[in-house]
């Protein structure tokens, strides 16, 4: 019998997000359409219903963040997918999931704004909402991907990180991203990790749904099964009934914190490339990285010994990472597209030991590598 080869499928990036989520064992989504994440919405609506989940098209933007922290809370593992503005009006309910420690991944296809914007054309412009777009002390996990197929994994890796954490992940992509297709081989289930949330070894009698079992991260009953769950936005003490007691508010952001802070090994993920004896590093992600790429190759071939760092994380921002290198490599390029945004935490990790250049277009355009290879060179 002649053996069939495995060519892999022709997918877009969209296309990858939904398909790890479906993966990842997502049975709910909720939100509305938007460019460029609309894809989303439209591959979950058809494929939901095929394995028992529920799809939902929510009058707004807030009401598809509000819909899914309620099918979170039942024991569905929620997703929805937004743009620009969108990803704006989600922020009141994404600060709630995270006080009230409801996990769920929130898709951002970045697109150019502010306001409408540019609909259609690429920007990496909300890395900073992303950190502080919902108000207070919060930590946040955001993680970006630099191709098709590495959206699938990391839509993956976002449920994961979820479910371990009990708090919102954000897949943070852009237009490029979301709109590419690739070539892929996707892996098999079974091939990859899919975490469960941690359920009460207690009775209904014995259970706080805010009690630290001593790991940060409190076990997590879902509704309709028989536990009695208190969910507020207010700070509350381990029964999930308000208290606005001095102890108890430190206590409860402090653990908010810790619970993402003392497992950053787990959390943050990076890729580096050609650093091993590079002078110059180029720090870029998501599509950027490409074109990133690309320049190391084109320096290198030209004498300069450029490397990459790409965070495939970027909250919590891989400072410690970076300042492996800052000793050796003086000069650090940061293209991005945006006014500068990530450039500012790597001047902060440099801590002025590496002399930091931005590189920024804001024009809807891709930056490209030649750009980059000029501005490496201005700056050596």
């Avoid at 069939?4 to 359409?33: H, I, S, W």
């Avoid at 609506?45 to 819909?67: H, R, S, T, Y």
């Avoid at 959206?151 to 919102?168: D, G, H, M, Q, V």
């Avoid at 921002?317 to 450039?343: A, D, W, Y």
Wanted: hydrophobic fraction near 40%.
């Amino acid at each position: 019998m002649t053996e069939v080869k495995d060519f892999g499928r022709l997918m877009q990036g969209n296309e990858a997000c939904a398909e790890g989520a479906l993966a990842a064992g997502t049975k709910f989504f909720a939100g509305y359409p938007i460019t460029p994440s609309t894809e989303i919405a439209e591959i979950l609506a058809e494929k939901l219903p095929q394995v028992g989940g529920k799809f939902i098209q929510m009058e707004d933007e807030i009401g598809g963040m509000a819909a899914v922290i309620g099918a979170s809370l039942t024991g569905l593992k929620s997703i929805t997918a937004t743009s620009g503005p969108g990803f704006s009006l989600k922020q009141e309910n994404l600060g709630f999931a995270v006080m009230a420690e409801v996990p769920c991944v929130v898709v951002n296809v970045q697109r150019g704004g502010p306001s409408t914007g540019v609909p259609t054309s690429p920007a990496q412009g909300d890395v900073m909402q992303a950190r502080w777009g919902t108000h207070g002390d919060h930590p946040i996990i955001a993680l970006t991907p630099v191709s098709v197929k590495e959206t699938y994994e990391l839509t993956i890796k976002a449920f994961n990180l979820s479910e371990k954490f009990r708090t919102p992940v954000i897949l943070l992509m852009d237009e490029v991203i979301g709109h590419m297709r690739e070539r892929v081989q996707l892996p098999k289930q079974g091939e990859f990790e899919v975490v469960e949330r941690k359920k009460p070894q207690v009775g209904p009698e014995q259970y706080y749904p805010y009690r630290d079992d001593g790991t940060g991260v409190p076990p997590m009953a879902s509704f309709g099964e028989g536990y009695r769950h208190h969910v507020t936005g207010l700070v509350h003490d381990e029964t999930g009934f308000p208290s606005n007691k001095p102890e108890m508010v430190k206590k409860v952001l402090d653990r908010l914190h810790k619970k993402i802070s003392d497992h950053l090994d787990e959390i943050i993920m990076a890729e580096e490339t050609n650093l091993e004896d590079a002078e110059v590093m180029i720090f870029a992600y998501g599509s950027v990285a490409r074109s990133a790429k690309k320049a190391v190759n084109i320096l290198r071939k030209n004498g300069v010994k450029a490397g990459l760092f790409r965070p495939i994380t970027i909250w919590p921002f891989p400072s410690t990472k970076l300042q492996e290198h800052f000793n050796r490599i003086k000069k650090v390029v940061v293209p991005e597209m945006n006014m500068g945004q990530l450039v500012g935490e790597v001047e902060r990790a440099a801590a002025g030991k590496s002399i930091v250049t931005p590189l920024n277009r804001y024009d809807g355009e891709l930056i490209t590598p030649v750009e980059i290879v000029e501005k490496v060179q201005e700056v050596l």
